[in-house]
Structures are given as structure tokens and as C-alpha cells.
């Protein structure tokens, strides 16, 4: 997706750019993204990009231009002593204003319908914190912002929707700071302040080397959970993931599938490793060993769903005849003609109104005894029966624990 320039008025008259992202539609709810101490760099614009792609209309100014216009620096040693040199010349309140400023101007854009929020890394955190303090925005999220503690003398002004992502071995943010800060929102039932473990500062970062991806996920799904509840868009995830199957299993339409899809999405079936990463990959996989290579009687026995924010989480019992080679499922595995049922569990992400990826989850152990290539004897492993008491609960449980009838007597 790229993006685009344009030239925002400081409140003392100064001109400053803005990088900005706009989403597919055209216009959505507004994202001031307040940069870390590197400028706006690829990292930053990035981040804009995806924003963009999750529906909304980013605005990233340049909050360095009173020191020097268009500073965008990478990681390097040498980077990194110019970014800190930075960091301690940047004027904390000019930048504030050049923020506020921004968000005034992002209310005048018709690419901004709606509300508008602020989200910041590192330097970033504090100033979208400070945003929601002093800017008029609507929801603010903050990563590992620095310094925050020394601003809690501001904390009462803050009353919109905020997240606070902090690292737990941030030398920059640390341990005691964050605990300030957590004293400071105890009573505030709007703010929301997580920590993760056993990862470091600019955690979020891709490609940075204290990039860790399942932090960065969670963050990154609670975050858009702030935004979604606060300023939309709202989409019915429901419907999409409906009519995303209704294309695999109904109609059998592969470009119809991947049309519910964002440009780069990638599916993983865990048990087998099946699926594909990126369009092209994942098209061949559908076209070729998916859509045609699912049984003709294959059916979809909904058990539960739950809906959040950019995710849908399916359970269902999955059922069909192995009549053909199912590469997906039973890869090189010929056709036995058993008849299976199995639990399956669908977790699915979505980026905007489009489908991001799946991850599937089922037992492979209880479909092989089902085909009749593992033999369940003396092993903890079922087959059909586990599918009968999803559906039945007062079936018999335990009855692969050789030591239950040991506590017969014990009631609790």
C-alpha cells in the first residue's frame, strides 16, 4: 500500500510533512501515529500501512522537523547515537502541539470519517499518551513508552480509551516505572496496561533484533480492540468467515475464496502443515490440493463460535468420507472409504473486511484410528468417540485413564 505526503501548520506558523496511509475504502477513522526517536522510517510508514489495511486513515508527522526536516535513520551503531542525540534535544511540549495540530488538521480530511486516535512506539508511547491527555483524541495505545512515570502528573486529564504495552526487561521503560504508572490508572477503569514477559524494548519492531512475533501479535490484536471498540470500523467477521467457506466447501470457487482474503494471507493446518503463505501459494494450494481433494459429502457441524475484534474462533465437528486422497488432511494416505468425524477448531484473523489467515486445529491421531492406520490399543488416543461426546456430554468420560477406578470411592 503507499502512501502519500502532505504539509500540516504548526500552531506557530511552521509547515512540517506527514506520511499518510488510507485505507482500501478510501476513508476511515482517523490514527495519529507518533513515531519512535528514528523518524519517520520504514519501520514507521510500515505500521501506517498496515493501520491502513485494518480500515483506517493514518497520519504519521515528521515530529522531528524543528530539529532537522525529514530525519529518517535506521539501527545502525552509528544510527542509533544520532537517534538518542535526538531524543534528548526534542522539545516534548513543541511536539505535543505539532501533534495537536495534526489531529485538528485530520478532522478537516475527507479521507477521516469519524473519530480520531492516537499510537506511538518508544518516544511514540509517551506522546500518544500525552496525547490522550492534552490532544483531543478519542482512544490512545502506546508501546513501551519512555519516560511516561515522569508525566503521571497528567494522568487525571485522561479520559478515553487507552492501552499501555510495556516490555518486561525494558531497560527504558523498567519494572519500577511501569509500576508508578499501573498505581496511577488503578481507579481508571478506561485504561488498560499490559506487560510481556521475558521480551525487551521494541519488541513490536519488525526486523529489529528484539522483535518477538508473538508478543507483537497479541499487542498488536489488543490494540486494534481499543480502536474497533472506540472509533470502529465494524465489520460482521460472522458473515465473512461464512461466505469465505461457503466458497471452499459450497461453490467450490477458489478465486471466489481468495477474494475474501487480504493480498498476503497464508492458512496453516497445524497436524499436517498444509496450507500456503502469500496469494500465489496459497492459490495453488487451494486450486489444486484443497477445493478439489475435500470429500463431495464433507460437512461443517457448527458447536460454538466466538467473535472478537479481527478474529473469529469456530468449533465444529468435522465430517466426511475418505473416498479420495485428502492431500490436505491424509497426505499419500489412498482412499479407505471410512467414514470420519472428528473436532475442529478454526481460529481465523482478519485485517479490515478481509480474511488474513486460519489457523486449524484438530486431532489427527483420532482421524488416523478412524481410517484404521493407528491402532488405538494401549495408547491414549480415540477415535469416533471423541466427536460423539463433543456433541453428548454424559457420554462416559476418563475411560482412557488405566488408574480411574482407583478414586471410585473418592467424591471430592
Given at each position: 500500500m503507499a502512501g502519500s505526503w502532505i504539509e500540516i501548520t504548526a500552531a506557530d506558523g511552521g509547515k512540517f510533512k506527514a506520511y499518510v496511509a488510507v485505507p482500501k475504502a478510501g476513508h476511515g477513522p482517523g490514527i495519529v501515529l507518533c513515531q519512535e526517536i528514528f523518524g519517520l522510517n520504514g519501520f514507521i510508514r510500515e505500521v501506517a500501512d498496515l493501520y491502513a489495511e485494518e480500515g483506517y486513515t493514518v497520519v504519521a508527522p515528521d515530529l522531528f522537523w524543528r530539529i532537522q526536516p525529514g530525519i529518517e535513520l535506521g539501527y545502525t551503531e552509528a544510527d542509533w547515537k544520532k537517534a538518542f542525540e535526538y531524543f534528548q534535544t526534542f522539545d516534548t511540549d513543541k511536539g505535543m502541539q505539532d501533534i495537536t495540530a495534526t489531529v485538528k488538521a485530520m478532522r478537516a480530511m475527507p479521507q477521516v470519517k469519524g473519530k480520531v486516535g492516537a499510537l506511538g512506539f518508544c518516544l511514540g508511547g509517551r506522546l500518544a499518551y500525552l496525547a490522550a491527555a492534552r490532544s483531543g483524541v478519542d482512544c490512545a495505545v502506546g508501546y513501551y513508552g519512555v519516560t511516561i512515570d515522569q508525566y503521571l502528573g497528567e494522568a487525571g486529564n485522561i479520559k478515553v480509551p487507552m492501552a499501555l504495552h510495556f516490555a518486561g526487561e525494558d531497560k527504558y521503560a523498567p519494572p519500577e516505572a511501569v509500576e508508578k504508572i499501573r498505581a496511577a490508572f488503578a481507579g481508571n477503569n478506561l485504561v488498560t496496561i499490559y506487560g510481556y514477559p521475558g521480551v525487551d524494548h521494541a519488541f513490536a519492531r519488525t526486523g529489529g533484533m528484539h522483535y518477538d512475533k508473538p508478543s507483537a501479535l497479541?499487542?498488536?490484536?489488543?490494540?486494534?480492540?481499543?480502536?474497533?471498540?472506540?472509533?470502529?470500523?465494524?465489520?460482521?467477521?460472522?458473515?465473512?468467515?461464512?461466505?469465505?467457506?461457503?466458497?471452499?466447501?459450497?461453490?467450490?470457487?477458489?478465486?471466489?475464496?481468495?477474494?475474501?482474503?487480504?493480498?498476503?494471507?497464508?492458512?496453516?493446518?497445524?497436524?499436517?502443515?498444509?496450507?500456503?503463505?502469500?496469494?500465489?501459494?496459497?492459490?495453488?494450494?487451494?486450486?489444486?490440493?484443497?477445493?478439489?481433494?475435500?470429500?463431495?459429502?464433507?460437512?461443517?457441524?457448527?458447536?460454538?463460535?466466538?467473535?472478537?475484534?479481527?478474529?473469529?474462533?469456530?468449533?465444529?465437528?468435522?465430517?466426511?468420507?475418505?473416498?479420495?486422497?485428502?492431500?490436505?488432511?491424509?497426505?499419500?494416505?489412498?482412499?479407505?472409504?471410512?467414514?470420519?468425524?472428528?473436532?475442529?477448531?478454526?481460529?481465523?484473523?482478519?485485517?479490515?473486511?478481509?480474511?488474513?489467515?486460519?489457523?486449524?486445529?484438530?486431532?489427527?491421531?483420532?482421524?488416523?484410528?478412524?481410517?484404521?492406520?493407528?491402532?488405538?490399543?494401549?495408547?491414549?488416543?480415540?477415535?469416533?468417540?471423541?466427536?460423539?461426546?463433543?456433541?453428548?456430554?454424559?457420554?462416559?468420560?476418563?475411560?482412557?485413564?488405566?488408574?480411574?477406578?482407583?478414586?471410585?470411592?473418592?467424591?471430592?
Amino acid at each position: 500500500m503507499a502512501g502519500s505526503w502532505i504539509e500540516i501548520t504548526a500552531a506557530d506558523g511552521g509547515k512540517f510533512k506527514a506520511y499518510v496511509a488510507v485505507p482500501k475504502a478510501g476513508h476511515g477513522p482517523g490514527i495519529v501515529l507518533c513515531q519512535e526517536i528514528f523518524g519517520l522510517n520504514g519501520f514507521i510508514r510500515e505500521v501506517a500501512d498496515l493501520y491502513a489495511e485494518e480500515g483506517y486513515t493514518v497520519v504519521a508527522p515528521d515530529l522531528f522537523w524543528r530539529i532537522q526536516p525529514g530525519i529518517e535513520l535506521g539501527y545502525t551503531e552509528a544510527d542509533w547515537k544520532k537517534a538518542f542525540e535526538y531524543f534528548q534535544t526534542f522539545d516534548t511540549d513543541k511536539g505535543m502541539q505539532d501533534i495537536t495540530a495534526t489531529v485538528k488538521a485530520m478532522r478537516a480530511m475527507p479521507q477521516v470519517k469519524g473519530k480520531v486516535g492516537a499510537l506511538g512506539f518508544c518516544l511514540g508511547g509517551r506522546l500518544a499518551y500525552l496525547a490522550a491527555a492534552r490532544s483531543g483524541v478519542d482512544c490512545a495505545v502506546g508501546y513501551y513508552g519512555v519516560t511516561i512515570d515522569q508525566y503521571l502528573g497528567e494522568a487525571g486529564n485522561i479520559k478515553v480509551p487507552m492501552a499501555l504495552h510495556f516490555a518486561g526487561e525494558d531497560k527504558y521503560a523498567p519494572p519500577e516505572a511501569v509500576e508508578k504508572i499501573r498505581a496511577a490508572f488503578a481507579g481508571n477503569n478506561l485504561v488498560t496496561i499490559y506487560g510481556y514477559p521475558g521480551v525487551d524494548h521494541a519488541f513490536a519492531r519488525t526486523g529489529g533484533m528484539h522483535y518477538d512475533k508473538p508478543s507483537a501479535l497479541m499487542a498488536h490484536h489488543r490494540s486494534i480492540a481499543v480502536f474497533r471498540r472506540t472509533m470502529g470500523p465494524h465489520y460482521d467477521f460472522s458473515a465473512l468467515w461464512d461466505k469465505h467457506c461457503e466458497y471452499e466447501f459450497g461453490t467450490r470457487d477458489v478465486d471466489a475464496t481468495m477474494a475474501t482474503m487480504v493480498p498476503e494471507p497464508y492458512v496453516n493446518h497445524v497436524p499436517t502443515m498444509t496450507g500456503g503463505v502469500g496469494f500465489q501459494h496459497l492459490r495453488r494450494f487451494y486450486q489444486n490440493h484443497f477445493i478439489p481433494k475435500t470429500p463431495q459429502d464433507t460437512r461443517l457441524v457448527p458447536i460454538s463460535r466466538t467473535i472478537g475484534e479481527g478474529i473469529v474462533v469456530d468449533e465444529m465437528l468435522f465430517c466426511f468420507t475418505h473416498d479420495i486422497e485428502v492431500d490436505w488432511m491424509l497426505p499419500g494416505i489412498p482412499p479407505t472409504g471410512k467414514f470420519v468425524e472428528i473436532p475442529l477448531v478454526a481460529i481465523v484473523k482478519f485485517r479490515g473486511d478481509k480474511l488474513y489467515n486460519e489457523h486449524i486445529y484438530w486431532d489427527q491421531a483420532s482421524v488416523l484410528v478412524q481410517i484404521g492406520k493407528l491402532d488405538p490399543k494401549g495408547l491414549p488416543i480415540a477415535g469416533v468417540e471423541t466427536a460423539r461426546k463433543l456433541v453428548d456430554e454424559t457420554l462416559p468420560s476418563n475411560t482412557l485413564m488405566t488408574r480411574w477406578a482407583e478414586s471410585a470411592g473418592d467424591k471430592g
